[in-house]
C-alpha cells in the first residue's frame, strides 16, 4: 500500500534536456535496414540520429525543400 500519493510531476519521467523542443519520429524498418543503418553510423564515427538527420535532410532537397537541422 502506498503512504503517499504522488504528484503528477513526479508520474512523469524526467526529460533529457537533448530532447527539450523536439518531436520524435519513428518507424518500422527490416533488421537489415537496421544493421546498415548502425554499422555506417559506427564506422562513421556518428550517431544514427546524425545518419537520420542527413538521410531527411537529402530527402528534402531532393523534393525541391529547405533543410531543417544540420
Known amino acids: 500500500m502506498r503512504t ?3 504528484t503528477p ?3 512523469k519521467p524526467a526529460r533529457a534536456a ?3 523542443g523536439r518531436k520524435q519520429i519513428a518507424g518500422f524498418f527490416t533488421a537489415d535496414m537496421s544493421l546498415a543503418m548502425h554499422m ?3 564506422r562513421q564515427g556518428r550517431s544514427l540520429q546524425a545518419q537520420m ?3 531527411f535532410n537529402d530527402v528534402l532537397r531532393k523534393y525541391g525543400e529547405s533543410p ?3
Do not use: C, G, K, N
Request: charged content about 45%; cysteine-free.
Open 40 to 42: 555506417m553510423a559506427r
Open 53 to 55: 538527420v542527413e538521410a
Open 9 to 11: 510531476a513526479e508520474d
Open 18 to 20: 537533448s530532447r527539450e
Open 4 to 6: 503517499s500519493a504522488a
Open 68 to 70: 531543417v537541422e544540420e
